[in-house]
């Protein structure tokens, strides 16, 4: 599977590699989570035409709607493995099969490259 997010287009632009540092949806996300309220995750659907979670999911949990939205809004970009280490969730969706991983604490740490630890 190839991922085109992030591929330079045919349009004549120098500032093609630039990304933001941080997104207003991610920051609606992240106030959420701090408050438990789910009126910032409407907030981000309503503008992308979308309906309230209570009109749409009722039942949801704010645990459960944050782990879909971070998995929509920042699909292919490796943000989606900090929430999950945030959360230090003990299994995730498997990006490649169908099924899901078992994590632990060590999965979590990321390995010190070679280069720095020779230094």
Known sequence: MSLYKFSK???????????????KSELY??????????????????????????EAKPNST??????LEHMREFYGEGQLFYFYKRRNLKSIRNGSTAGNIT????????????????K
């Open 9 to 23: 287009s045919s349009k004549v632009s120098n500032n093609w590699n630039y990304q933001p540092l941080i997104r």
């Open 103 to 118: 994590m632990n604490a060590d999965k979590y740490v990321l390995p010190i490259p070679q280069v720095e630890l020779d």
């Open 62 to 67: 704010i645990a459960t709607e944050l782990l």
């Open 29 to 54: 996300y992240i106030i959420a989570e701090a408050l438990d309220n789910k009126d910032y995750i409407d907030e981000v659907r309503i503008n992308r035409g979308l309906k309230k979670l209570s």
